[in-house]
């Protein structure tokens, strides 16, 4: 058997070592994008993720995350393969958009409410854009085009639950976690006892729970802002270097070869490292509007490395693996960006 000699360790310290070297040659460039990153963090994520980390930690001491688990387990077992309580979570994910559905899950996991399939399984397809963003900021604000928010929606969100009943095929073997409620009892009834057992085994006062629960959001809050600032650094490193260009120029071939129109290259280059610039990208009108759909589609779904950076760091407190959310966020943009070709006919503007 032929083994790799090149490893992923070295290559990533070479990487480092470039992207220091690339600092250094431009530091005027390097501070302007870590300012950009901050002002996106401050002014956007912050008070956007803030409220609902906060809420998630609080609703998990006072057991309404088990209320609710209870209440959706005939519906989540047989349709997700999950144990109700991740009905909570995707929930969740869809209201408050990325990461805050990784967080809920990784908490569950540290409690040992899910076991590590189920993890893996739940982040698959919970990583979703926030409606907010969705329609606010790309359909109105990037495309000018407010009818085109139904398109979208149904392409993500569609795609999202596309994946999450595939992904009851992952390791199909492993049982499901025990329902709460036992066999014939009333789901009411037994979701205002688990509730009442999870308050209790927690057990902090509301003062106490108020704080570690600003103290846990402000941590991840820090965490998520260091890496929206790292990759604007990155993104425009590249720039200067003009590695970008050539990943633009080799996308541009791509889509000629598949059929598709070259000036799409930019949304899926800058799509590929941060989903807001994709997405920007994606309005600019240098295409058709279906064609610009299906790859802010994709920009979505895809969600950007820097997402993914995110999400790998919050999941890296478990034993929940990268590799299959990185599957689920590759096959999710595929699926979002065909599906905007076939709702075109019904949903389009």
């Keep these: 058997m032929v083994r790799f000699l ?17 600092m250094a040659a431009h530091p005027a460039a390097s501070l302007s994008a870590s300012l950009r990153g901050i002002a996106v963090w401050w002014d956007v994520l912050f008070p956007a993720l803030f409220p609902f980390f906060v809420m998630a930690e609080l609703m998990l001491g006072f057991g309404v995350v088990h209320f609710f688990g209870t209440l959706l387990d005939p519906l989540m077992r047989p349709v997700f393969r999950l144990p ?18 990784a967080r809920l899950t990784s908490r569950l996991r540290e409690q040992g409410q899910i076991s590590r399939t189920e993890g893996e399984r739940l982040v698959a397809f919970v990583t979703t854009s926030d409606p907010i963003f969705l329609i606010g900021a790309v359909s109105v604000g990037f495309f000018h085009q407010a009818a085109l928010a139904p398109l979208l929606a149904a392409a993500h969100y569609g795609g999202a639950l596309i994946i999450g009943l595939s992904f009851r095929q992952y390791r199909r073997r492993e049982p499901v ?15 205002l006892t688990a509730m ?29 802002g260091g890496l929206v600032v790292f990759f604007s650094v990155v993104m425009e490193l590249l720039a200067r270097a003009n590695v970008l260009d050539l990943l633009v120029g080799m996308l541009q071939s791509f889509l000629h070869a598949a059929g598709l129109p070259p000036q799409m290259s930019a949304a899926f280059a800058n799509g590929l490292f941060e989903v807001t610039l994709g997405a920007k990208a994606a309005g600019e009108p240098d295409a058709t509007l279906l064609h610009r759909a299906a790859a802010a589609a994709w920009v979505l779904s895809w969600a950007g490395l820097s997402v993914h950076a995110q999400i790998a760091s919050i999941i890296g407190a478990t ?11 590759a096959a999710h943009g595929i699926i979002s960006f065909a599906l905007v070709y076939l709702l075109w006919g019904m949903l389009g503007p």
Aim: aromatic content about 6%; charged content about 15%; proline content about 8%.
């Design 6 to 22: 090149v490893r992923p360790a070295p290559l990533a310290a070479l990487g480092c070592l470039l992207l220091a070297a690339l």
């Design 84 to 101: 109700g309580i991740a009905g909570f979570v995707v929930t969740m994910g869809l209201i408050s958009g990325y990461p805050v559905g």
């Design 177 to 191: 976690t025990r329902a709460a409620a036992k066999d014939g009892a009333r789901l009411l009834p037994a979701a």
């Design 196 to 224: 009442h057992e999870a308050r209790t085994a927690d057990g902090r006062p509301f003062g106490r729970l108020l704080q570690d629960a600003i103290g846990s959001a402000l941590r991840l809050n820090i965490v998520v």
């Design 319 to 329: 034993d929940i693996r990268y590799p299959p959310f990185l599957a689920a966020r």
